[in-house]
């Protein structure tokens, strides 16, 4: 079955519509043959769903049909590493709302770099992006201001040093399609400069696909 993708017009002016439907269109044109992967609009949980057999589909689902929700599990795929995408949900271990403090740890240890990598496609969108740390019912954040702020060095990191692949070429799709440039990303830097003072602790910066992944086993 053939995938028809509707033509596309770029966001480059007047006002900005976040259509979840065009990070779909936009995903796909450009993962769905290359990487056997398309993004798909779910439910109530986002999830990764591999290839089931040959020739088949691995998915991306995001939750409600989220603008957010999509540029989230999207950076997840970008992060994980080849054998990560053989595994339903890239074989990440996930403790529901509720966390302890350890598990708040380690689920912060995880989230940086995909939440770099959001924040970036949030700025190429135009799009508000929200710091999540996912644990209203236990407590909230181990450091909400330090994780914002390893968030945002990774960001930094990432645009100084170069995006994972697919991430890379994600982000130079949104760019063309909503009409953003360098002068966006300066913006969102000096806007929030500030917050890399919060990133306390030896922070470890890389690009490599699959190292958030392999944080927790």
Known sequence: ??????????????????RPEDLVTLFNRLFRETRRTELVRGGEEPEYLPASSAGDYARVVFAHGYFASAL??????????AHRRTL????????????TSDQQREFEKVEVKPQALEWLFAV???SRFH??????????????????GRVFRQACYYLENG?????????????????????????????NIHLA???????????????AYDAIT
């Open 1 to 18: 079955m053939s995938l028809e993708i509707r033509a596309l017009k770029p966001h480059n002016s007047g006002p900005m519509n976040h």
């Open 72 to 81: 989230h599990e999207i950076s997840h795929w970008c992060i994980a590493g």
């Open 88 to 99: 339903p949900d890239y074989g990440y271990w996930y403790c529901p709302d509720g966390r």
């Open 124 to 126: 190429a969108c135009r």
């Open 131 to 148: 710091i999540s740390v996912d644990n209203l019912e236990g407590g909230g954040a181990i450091d909400e201001d330090g994780f914002h």
């Open 163 to 191: 995006l994972p692949e697919r991430a890379g070429q994600f982000l130079e799709a949104l760019r063309e399609f909503y009409g953003t440039d360098d002068a966006d990303f300066r913006c969102w830097h000096q806007q």
């Open 197 to 211: 003072a919060n990133a306390r602790g030896q922070a470890h910066y890389s690009i490599r696909d699959n190292e």
